[in-house]
Protein backbone atom coordinates (compact mmCIF):
# COMPACT_ATOMS: atom_id res chain seq x y z
CA UNK A 1 0.00 0.00 0.00
CA UNK A 2 1.12 3.60 -0.72
CA UNK A 3 2.32 6.09 1.85
CA UNK A 4 2.12 9.72 1.63
CA UNK A 5 5.45 9.67 0.29
CA UNK A 6 4.85 7.87 -2.52
CA UNK A 7 1.79 9.33 -3.40
CA UNK A 8 3.59 12.83 -3.19
CA UNK A 9 6.20 11.49 -5.84
CA UNK A 10 3.95 9.74 -7.85
CA UNK A 11 2.76 12.36 -10.32
CA UNK A 12 5.98 13.32 -10.71
CA UNK A 13 7.65 10.76 -11.89
CA UNK A 14 4.94 10.05 -14.36
CA UNK A 15 5.62 13.18 -15.57
CA UNK A 16 9.99 12.50 -15.66
CA UNK A 17 9.41 9.07 -17.00
CA UNK A 18 7.12 10.73 -20.25
CA UNK A 19 9.13 14.21 -20.67
CA UNK A 20 12.70 12.69 -20.55
CA UNK A 21 12.43 9.78 -23.34
CA UNK A 22 10.14 13.16 -25.18
CA UNK A 23 13.16 15.58 -24.71
CA UNK A 24 15.63 13.06 -25.76
CA UNK A 25 13.90 11.78 -28.96
CA UNK A 26 13.59 15.47 -30.36
CA UNK A 27 16.72 16.56 -28.90
CA UNK A 28 18.53 13.34 -30.78
CA UNK A 29 16.89 14.93 -34.39
CA UNK A 30 18.75 17.83 -33.42
CA UNK A 31 21.42 18.66 -35.00
CA UNK A 32 23.12 22.26 -33.85
CA UNK A 33 25.58 22.20 -36.46
CA UNK A 34 23.29 21.75 -39.03
CA UNK A 35 21.09 24.65 -37.91
CA UNK A 36 24.28 26.56 -38.57
CA UNK A 37 25.44 26.85 -35.46
CA UNK A 38 29.55 27.12 -34.86
CA UNK A 39 29.81 24.40 -32.74
CA UNK A 40 32.68 21.63 -32.24
CA UNK A 41 31.31 17.93 -32.43
CA UNK A 42 31.56 16.19 -29.12
CA UNK A 43 33.51 13.02 -30.62
CA UNK A 44 35.06 12.34 -27.17
CA UNK A 45 31.57 11.59 -25.64
CA UNK A 46 31.08 8.07 -27.13
CA UNK A 47 33.42 6.43 -25.01
CA UNK A 48 33.39 8.20 -21.75
CA UNK A 49 29.30 7.42 -22.06
CA UNK A 50 30.02 4.07 -22.57
CA UNK A 51 32.65 3.63 -19.87
CA UNK A 52 29.80 5.28 -17.65
CA UNK A 53 27.54 2.74 -18.62
CA UNK A 54 29.97 0.54 -17.59
CA UNK A 55 30.98 1.38 -14.25
CA UNK A 56 26.90 1.72 -13.68
CA UNK A 57 26.69 -2.19 -14.63
CA UNK A 58 29.65 -3.19 -12.15
CA UNK A 59 28.27 -0.66 -8.80
CA UNK A 60 24.54 -2.21 -9.80
CA UNK A 61 25.93 -5.65 -9.01
CA UNK A 62 28.61 -3.83 -6.64
CA UNK A 63 24.92 -2.18 -4.53
CA UNK A 64 23.04 -5.77 -4.50
CA UNK A 65 26.16 -7.35 -2.65
CA UNK A 66 26.32 -4.79 -0.57
CA UNK A 67 21.94 -4.95 0.77
CA UNK A 68 22.90 -9.14 0.44
CA UNK A 69 25.51 -8.98 3.22
CA UNK A 70 23.49 -6.30 5.21
CA UNK A 71 25.29 -3.06 4.01
CA UNK A 72 21.94 -0.92 3.40
CA UNK A 73 24.16 2.46 3.78
CA UNK A 74 26.49 1.18 1.04
CA UNK A 75 23.36 -0.21 -0.77
CA UNK A 76 22.19 3.11 -0.83
CA UNK A 77 24.83 5.24 -1.28
CA UNK A 78 26.22 3.05 -4.26
CA UNK A 79 22.21 3.43 -6.07
CA UNK A 80 22.48 7.18 -5.70
CA UNK A 81 25.58 7.03 -7.52
CA UNK A 82 24.68 4.65 -10.52
CA UNK A 83 21.80 7.11 -10.65
CA UNK A 84 24.03 9.85 -10.86
CA UNK A 85 25.70 7.91 -14.05
CA UNK A 86 22.74 7.15 -15.85
CA UNK A 87 21.94 10.78 -15.29
CA UNK A 88 25.39 11.73 -16.75
CA UNK A 89 25.61 9.07 -19.45
CA UNK A 90 22.03 10.86 -20.59
CA UNK A 91 23.35 14.57 -20.83
CA UNK A 92 26.48 13.42 -22.46
CA UNK A 93 24.63 11.03 -25.15
CA UNK A 94 22.04 14.31 -25.94
CA UNK A 95 25.18 16.56 -26.15
CA UNK A 96 27.44 14.34 -28.58
CA UNK A 97 24.44 13.40 -30.94
CA UNK A 98 23.18 17.36 -30.79
CA UNK A 99 27.02 18.11 -32.03
CA UNK A 100 28.15 15.24 -33.89
CA UNK A 101 26.89 13.32 -37.29
CA UNK A 102 24.81 10.54 -37.63
CA UNK A 103 26.93 7.45 -37.81
CA UNK A 104 25.61 4.21 -38.87
CA UNK A 105 26.43 0.29 -38.30
CA UNK A 106 28.80 -0.90 -41.08
CA UNK A 107 29.43 2.75 -43.04
CA UNK A 108 32.95 1.67 -42.58
CA UNK A 109 33.94 4.62 -45.75
CA UNK A 110 32.26 7.41 -43.43
CA UNK A 111 29.62 8.44 -46.57
CA UNK A 112 26.55 8.61 -43.96
CA UNK A 113 24.88 5.87 -46.01
CA UNK A 114 25.38 1.93 -45.96
CA UNK A 115 25.84 0.45 -49.87
CA UNK A 116 25.40 -3.22 -50.69
CA UNK A 117 29.03 -3.50 -50.11
CA UNK A 118 29.13 -2.28 -46.80
CA UNK A 119 26.38 -4.72 -45.97
CA UNK A 120 27.75 -8.02 -47.13
CA UNK A 121 30.86 -6.50 -45.22
CA UNK A 122 29.19 -7.19 -41.88
CA UNK A 123 27.03 -9.79 -42.59
CA UNK A 124 24.58 -10.43 -39.99
CA UNK A 125 26.07 -9.62 -37.29
CA UNK A 126 24.17 -6.11 -38.82
CA UNK A 127 20.95 -7.23 -37.38
CA UNK A 128 22.89 -8.30 -34.03
CA UNK A 129 23.40 -4.79 -33.72
CA UNK A 130 20.22 -4.08 -34.44
CA UNK A 131 18.35 -6.07 -32.46
CA UNK A 132 20.73 -5.31 -28.79
CA UNK A 133 20.03 -1.32 -30.48
CA UNK A 134 16.69 -1.42 -30.46
CA UNK A 135 15.83 -3.83 -27.33
CA UNK A 136 18.51 -1.20 -25.21
CA UNK A 137 16.55 1.96 -26.16
CA UNK A 138 13.39 0.28 -25.51
CA UNK A 139 14.43 -0.85 -22.11
CA UNK A 140 16.09 3.05 -21.77
CA UNK A 141 12.51 4.17 -21.88
CA UNK A 142 11.08 1.14 -19.32
CA UNK A 143 13.87 1.53 -17.02
CA UNK A 144 12.88 5.19 -16.16
CA UNK A 145 9.98 4.69 -13.93
CA UNK A 146 11.18 1.77 -12.73
CA UNK A 147 14.17 3.26 -11.12
CA UNK A 148 11.83 5.99 -9.66
CA UNK A 149 9.45 4.11 -8.13
CA UNK A 150 12.42 1.71 -6.43
CA UNK A 151 13.82 4.18 -5.23
CA UNK A 152 11.00 6.56 -3.89
CA UNK A 153 10.16 3.01 -2.32
CA UNK A 154 13.25 2.90 -0.13
CA UNK A 155 12.87 6.39 1.17
CA UNK A 156 9.79 6.27 2.18
CA UNK A 157 10.52 2.75 4.00
CA UNK A 158 8.41 0.79 1.89
CA UNK A 159 11.54 -2.17 1.92
CA UNK A 160 9.43 -4.89 1.28
CA UNK A 161 7.84 -3.44 -1.75
CA UNK A 162 11.27 -1.58 -2.55
CA UNK A 163 12.78 -5.21 -2.52
CA UNK A 164 9.64 -6.72 -4.84
CA UNK A 165 10.19 -3.85 -7.47
CA UNK A 166 14.17 -3.91 -7.39
CA UNK A 167 14.20 -7.57 -8.38
CA UNK A 168 12.67 -6.32 -11.89
CA UNK A 169 14.40 -3.15 -11.53
CA UNK A 170 17.75 -4.33 -11.27
CA UNK A 171 17.93 -7.07 -14.23
CA UNK A 172 16.41 -4.57 -16.41
CA UNK A 173 18.84 -1.77 -15.42
CA UNK A 174 22.12 -3.59 -16.02
CA UNK A 175 20.68 -4.76 -19.12
CA UNK A 176 20.24 -1.15 -20.09
CA UNK A 177 23.94 -0.61 -18.82
CA UNK A 178 25.86 -3.37 -20.38
CA UNK A 179 24.14 -3.10 -23.73
CA UNK A 180 25.18 0.58 -24.04
CA UNK A 181 28.77 -1.02 -23.69
CA UNK A 182 28.34 -3.72 -26.22
CA UNK A 183 26.49 -1.01 -28.51
CA UNK A 184 29.57 1.61 -28.29
CA UNK A 185 31.74 -0.92 -28.89
CA UNK A 186 29.87 -2.47 -32.00
CA UNK A 187 29.35 1.04 -33.33
CA UNK A 188 33.01 2.73 -32.71
CA UNK A 189 35.00 1.20 -35.51
CA UNK A 190 32.61 3.14 -37.78
CA UNK A 191 33.20 6.74 -36.29
CA UNK A 192 35.18 9.34 -37.66
CA UNK A 193 38.15 10.34 -35.18
Not at 31 to 58: F, S
Not at 78 to 98: G, R
Request: proline share 4%.
Amino acid sequence: MENKIEKKYNRLIIAVSIIVPLAVALLFGVNLRKLGYDVEPLNQLPPIYATINGLTAVILVWAVFAIKNGKRRLHENLMKIAIACSLSFLVMYVAYHMTANTVFFGDSNHDGMVDEIEKNAVSGIRYLYYFILITHIAMSVVIIPLVLYTYVRAISNSFERHKKLAKITFPIWLYVAITGVVVYVMISPYYVH
